[in-house]
């Protein structure tokens, strides 16, 4: 089955510095990336989406310049949080689309970013 | 604007009963409804894809049936057992090319021994 690799799994910093995540499509090559967030109790709240090779589309609300996703590959995209907060604390997600595929989404493993 | 509800929220259940979860969505024009397993702090794991052209689909002990003109969709598991404590997810996805799927809150279920 495909799988997507996301990491990392957890990560803590401090207030100000920026975190990157990678999520990684390990046995296909993904033409979309989705990025989730979800806050305890809450759903999961889509972020951007990226296709490879292209800006990200960012949803509203969803701060671009300090949500910075990549897609430089179709297997690799990353999510950088810049200057974090500690209200930025949350799980976040990735999901794949495969090249080729039906519309069926892989998801990451997840990143429980902690700010402090 | 797609809007996706579970209920209950929250659902506790001795071993051995046999349950129903809940999903509703605002609109019905949709390619498919999937429900998903999420495990404390950990990933997704998709239990069943159903399409909008068919009404059910079943894997095990997991029955998941799609009323795509009402809104509707129910998870039925049966005999539960305490492995299947979890936060089950429901979401759509309004078509084929490149939409992302978006999510209800969830139920979350625990299976006492």
């Known amino acids: 089955g495909a799988v997507v690799s996301q990491h990392p799994s957890w990560v803590i910093c401090k207030s100000g510095t920026s975190v990157k995540i990678e999520c990684r499509s390990l046995d296909f090559q993904a033409t979309t990336m989705f990025w989730y967030r979800q806050f305890p109790k809450q759903s999961l709240m889509l972020m951007a989406t990226s296709n490879e090779g292209s800006k990200a589309t960012y949803e509203q609300g969803v701060e671009k310049d300090k949500f910075l996703i990549n897609h430089a590959s179709l297997t690799l995209s990353t999510l950088t949080v810049t200057s974090a907060h500690p209200e930025d604390s949350s799980f976040y997600i990735c999901?794949?689309?495969?090249?080729?595929?039906?519309?069926?989404?892989?998801f990451g493993s997840g990143t429980q970013l902690s700010v402090l | 604007k797609q809007e996706v509800t579970q209920i209950p929220a929250a659902l506790s259940v001795p071993e051995g009963e046999n349950l129903v979860l809940n999903c509703s969505f605002t609109d019905s024009a949709i390619y498919n409804l999937q429900w998903f397993r999420q495990d404390p702090g950990k990933g997704l794991t998709s239990l069943l894809l159903?399409?909008?052209?068919?009404r059910e689909q079943t894997s095990g002990r997991l029955n998941a049936s799609l009323d795509k003109s009402s809104g509707r969709s129910t998870l039925y598991i049966a005999a539960s057992q305490p492995g299947d404590s979890a936060t089950y997810l429901c979401a759509v996805l309004k078509n084929q090319a490149g939409t992302a799927l978006i999510f209800g809150k969830g139920t979350t279920l625990s299976v006492s021994s």
């Open positions: 999901s794949a689309r495969r090249l080729g595929g039906n519309e069926k989404l892989f």
């Open positions: 159903i399409q909008s052209s068919q």
